[in-house]
């Protein structure tokens, strides 16, 4: 079955749903694009996580520890890295 997607002027496309159903792809999700000719090509990508459940674990553990001394903000993975080491 053939689809005719428009591109708005922000460059978004949106897909029916009935494209994304069973092909591991919808909210959320990234794909990676291939150019084949004059195709493109979604891929689903998955990521591998930044941290292992036991250093997640460990960083709430650790960050629940420093909020009773004080109130230390978590903004980004570097804050978090600081923690760790």
């Known amino acids: 079955m053939a689809y005719t997607l428009k591109i708005n002027v922000r460059n978004d496309i949106h897909f029916p749903s009935a494209l994304l159903t069973g092909r591991n792809l919808g909210e959320d999700r990234m794909v990676k694009v291939e150019q084949r000719g004059n195709t493109l090509v979604l891929v689903p ?34 804050d978090i890295d600081a923690l760790l080491k």
């Open 45 to 78: 990508v998955d990521l591998d996580p930044r941290y292992s459940k036991e250093e997640l674990e460990g960083i709430d553990r650790l960050h629940e520890d420093q909020k009773k001394k004080a109130w230390i903000p978590l903004k980004d993975s570097k």
